[in-house]
C-alpha cells in the first residue's frame, strides 16, 4: 500500500500564479484534510472532507480551494499564490473522524 | 473556536532524563490523539484517548487524559536520541467534530 501520496514535493511559484497540489490516498478512507504547517505554529487545518463530494472550512482557507470528487483524490487549489502562502503542506486521511490520521510525506511550497 | 494548547514549546533533555508535555483545551474533548513528528519528516500517529481519566501506555511513553477531559499529556521516561521531534496532540473541532485541530507541539531536544 502507497498509503497518502503527495505531488509535487517541492514547488516554487512567482507571486499571483495558481497550481494544485495533489493528494492521492489507496486506503479507502472516508476523511481527509489538508494542513500548514509553518515554524512555532503547529498544524494549522486548511480545507476538510468527510467522503466524496461533501468539503468543508479549516481554521484558515482563504486563498485555497478544494474539491472531492472521488474518495481517493483531494487536491488543493492555490488560486493566487502570495508569499504568506509559502509553506510546508500536509495531506492526510482517516477511515474515522478524529482517528489516526495517515499523513502524506508533504509538499514544501516556498512563493517567491 | 476550539483551542488545543500546547506547553511547553522547546523542551532540551540530557538523554535519561524524563519529558512531559501537556495539553489544554478550551472545552470538553470527545477524544484526544497525539502525534510524532521526526525532524523533516511527516506527523505519526501515536495514541487516541477517549475515557476521563485514562491512563495508556506504549513502552516509555505514557499517555492521560485528564479527569474533566480537557487536558492531557504525554510523558517519556528515560528519554533516548530516537525521541528527538515534535510531539502534538490533536482534538475534535467545529460543529459534529469532524475537523481535527492540532496544537502548536512541543519540540523535543535529546543530548546524547
Known amino acids: 500500500n502507497a498509503g497518502v501520496t503527495q505531488t509535487p514535493k517541492f514547488q516554487v511559484l512567482k507571486t499571483g500564479q495558481s497550481m494544485t497540489l495533489q493528494c492521492a490516498q489507496d486506503?479507502?478512507?472516508?476523511?481527509m484534510s489538508w494542513y500548514r504547517q509553518d515554524p512555532g505554529m503547529g498544524l494549522r487545518l486548511i480545507h476538510y472532507s468527510v467522503g466524496a463530494g461533501i468539503t468543508d472550512q479549516g481554521e484558515v482557507p482563504n486563498g485555497y480551494n478544494v474539491s472531492r470528487s472521488t474518495t481517493e483524490d483531494f487536491p488543493l487549489r492555490l488560486l493566487s499564490a502570495a508569499p504568506s502562502q509559502t509553506s510546508v503542506y500536509f495531506c492526510?486521511?482517516?477511515?474515522?473522524?478524529?482517528?489516526?490520521?495517515?499523513f502524506g510525506s508533504g509538499t514544501r511550497l516556498t512563493v517567491v | 473556536g476550539q483551542q488545543v494548547m500546547q506547553i511547553p514549546q522547546y523542551q532540551h533533555v540530557q538523554e535519561g532524563e524524563d519529558f512531559t508535555t501537556y495539553c489544554n483545551s478550551s472545552t470538553t474533548l470527545s477524544n484526544i490523539q497525539w502525534y510524532k513528528q521526526r525532524p523533516g519528516g511527516h506527523p505519526v500517529f501515536l495514541i487516541q484517548?477517549?475515557?476521563?481519566?485514562e491512563v495508556k501506555k506504549q513502552k516509555r511513553l505514557t499517555f492521560q487524559f485528564g479527569e474533566a477531559k480537557k487536558n492531557s499529556s504525554l510523558h517519556i521516561t528515560a528519554t533516548q536520541t530516537t525521541d528527538v521531534g515534535t510531539y502534538f496532540c490533536a482534538g475534535p473541532g467545529g460543529t459534529g467534530g469532524f475537523k481535527t485541530i492540532f496544537g502548536a507541539g512541543t519540540r523535543l531536544f535529546v543530548k546524547a
Open positions: 492526510a486521511s482517516s477511515n474515522t473522524a478524529n482517528y489516526g490520521y495517515t
Open positions: 486506503m479507502n478512507h472516508e476523511y
Open positions: 484517548l477517549v475515557k476521563s481519566g
